[in-house]
């Protein structure tokens, strides 16, 4: 059973920094295509950031030189580093993974991330 559980999400003020964290479970964490997404309040899920099997990480260019992305495969764990946060930073954010050799897709529950002064 393939399980994605977030952590990290908070309140934070403008400036501020998170560390949003995924714990992946069920499935070969190592040969799989993690990443973050995120949902604003009426707007539609964008992708944040996603990290290769071969940490080659990418970014949306919002987040660029703000937000890093990281995966400890040893632990099956994805994290994402939230420096600079705004408040248009706020959302949902959800943990992807793609499985390669099955060619699924899995999503987290999602954690709450709301910047706000």
């Known amino acids: 059973q393939v399980q994605l559980v977030e952590s990290g999400g908070g309140l934070v003020q403008p400036g501020g920094s998170l560390r949003l964290s995924c714990a992946a479970s069920?499935?070969?964490?190592?040969?799989?295509?993690m990443g973050w997404y995120r949902q604003a309040p009426g707007k539609e899920r964008e992708r944040v950031a996603t990290?290769?099997?071969?940490?080659?990480?990418q970014y949306a260019d919002s987040v660029k030189g703000r937000f890093t992305i990281s995966r400890e495969n040893a632990e099956s764990t994805l994290y994402l580093q939230m420096n600079s946060l705004k408040p248009e930073d706020t959302g949902v954010y959800t943990c992807?993974?793609?499985?390669?050799?099955?060619?699924?897709?899995?999503w987290g529950q999602g954690t709450q991330v709301t910047v706000s002064s």
């Open positions: 069920g499935f070969t964490f190592s040969m799989s295509v």
């Open positions: 992807y993974a793609f499985v390669a050799n099955t060619a699924r897709e899995y």
């Open positions: 990290v290769s099997t071969a940490s080659i990480a």
